[in-house]
């Protein structure tokens, strides 16, 4: 069980978190303050929010459980997350937050609408298929939270999912997306000083780099190869429609496209794609290297994975745990995890509450529903998200990966075709888009 200090610095980085969503509140004039922070996202806090959104709790307990269980040949997603982020940027950044000048779009969907004159048909499809995807993906977000506060202090699932679910749902409904984007400033600035300070502490406690890989070599020569010989996953047929998938499908994805819309000036996507790439990619990497790592530990005894189904993503918590005996810097740790996981987790809570409250409610249902009355039902809609999302989370996905990958997937499938057609090609139609 954790001690005093280790229950201190986490309920001192939940509140203060819980203290940027009041400070945000103060802001929240309207819908647009909540749902887009007013457009006035300055460089830092754009790329940081992008990293952070991107970021989910497959960044640090599933990429390293996959390094774990798989090796090098899932070293490509390590190449194609962060260059989902620039191609966000560069292929839909520019034309969108142009277009929003004039027409003030709050969402992806009043882009799809407005495009493709569908107001209603293309409008709903979207909407609900977004939210259903979000929903998904959500549930792997709670997962990984839950995981990182049952580890630390020994407490049910039940029991983290509610703290988890109080804490994300308290700052994020009455902040919006300005407590939603400082706080991904901060959550994202604690997870590359993490990430960069205790990963290679996991390597270097597994003997470092060479000797790890030489290690993974006399386990299974399939663990060092680009990919996989057979089977079927992470072959080279398999590892291109993977890069299709991640780079594009997470670029479209409405919880991180919409973040375009929020921008202050165009001219900051002039090195938020080569910038977000960089550090996200960087951050990647070392978590890939210390599910490496782990390989090399639990072959030797050094720690036994619990007896669970997700087993492979508890890895790199058994790895900083024994790496760094004191209990004080655990705590640590499970901060950066919690930032990783709370930075995705947010904005996919608030893009919920936006497509309902927005595409659905005021743009269909009562197309004369006051600024106020939209404004509340985002926050209805934001906590029933949470809701739904804690009920599905107490029976959790044997693998994380795979079930954020199904959630990206849908995300490709629905959304890129209309939207880069819509951008650049003249010719697309409403039916082709539905």
Not at 51 to 62: E, R
Not at 99 to 113: H, P, S
Not at 120 to 137: D, H, K, M, N, P
Not at 276 to 302: D, P, R, T
């Amino acid at each position: 069980m954790a001690d005093g200090a280790t229950i201190g610095i986490v309920v001192i980085y939940c509140l203060a978190m819980i203290g940027i969503g009041g400070w945000a509140s103060r802001k929240i004039k309207n819908t647009e303050d909540y749902l887009v922070a007013g457009r006035s996202l300055g460089f830092w806090v754009f790329v940081l929010l992008m990293i952070g959104t991107v970021c989910s709790g497959m960044s640090l307990l599933g990429v390293s459980g996959l390094g774990f269980k798989f090796g090098w040949p899932t070293i490509w997603e390590q190449i194609f997350v962060p260059l989902s982020i620039a191609f966000c940027i560069i292929f839909f950044g520019v034309k969108l937050h142009a277009i929003t000048r004039n027409t003030g779009y709050m969402t992806v969907q009043d882009y799809l609408a407005h495009r493709y004159e569908s107001p209603t048909a293309l409008r709903t499809l979207s909407a609900v298929a977004g939210i259903i995807v979000s929903l998904i993906y959500l549930v792997g977000q709670y997962t990984a939270i839950a995981i990182v506060l049952m580890w630390l202090f020994e407490i049910p699932l039940w029991l983290a999912l509610i703290i988890a679910t109080l804490v994300v749902t308290i700052y994020t409904t009455i902040g919006g997306l300005y407590a939603v984007a400082w706080a991904a400033l901060i959550q994202s600035f604690i997870l590359i000083l993490g990430v960069v300070i205790m990963a290679p502490i996991i390597i270097f406690y597994a003997g470092g780099f060479t000797h790890v890989n030489e290690f993974m070599a006399s386990v299974n020569p399939d663990l060092v190869q680009p990919w996989m010989a057979g089977g079927m996953v992470f072959t080279p047929a398999y590892l291109v429609s993977f890069g299709v998938l991640l780079i594009i499908g997470l670029a479209c994805a409405p919880h991180v496209i919409n973040n375009l819309l929020a921008v202050k000036d165009a001219r900051l996507f002039t090195w938020a794609p080569l910038l977000g790439f960089l550090i996200y990619g960087v951050v990647m990497f070392l978590l890939k290297f210390a599910g490496f790592a782990g390989i090399l530990l639990v072959q030797e005894g050094v720690f036994t994975l619990p007896d669970v189904p997700n087993a492979q993503d508890f890895v790199i918590l058994y790895g900083i745990q024994n790496a760094i005996p004191h209990i004080a810097l655990w705590s640590i740790f499970a901060v950066i995890v919690l930032a990783a996981v709370m930075s995705t987790t947010d904005r996919l809570m608030l893009t919920i509450g936006a497509m309902f409250s927005w595409d659905i409610y005021k743009k269909i249902i009562r197309p004369d529903a006051p600024d106020t009355q939209v404004l509340l039902m985002s926050k209805i809609v934001v906590i029933l998200s949470a809701l739904v999302t804690m009920i599905i989370a107490l029976n959790p996905p044997e693998m994380l990966a795979f079930l954020i990958w199904m959630g990206i997937g849908v995300m490709l499938s629905t959304f890129a075709v209309p939207l880069l057609a819509g951008l650049y090609w003249r010719r697309a139609t409403r039916m082709g888009a539905i």
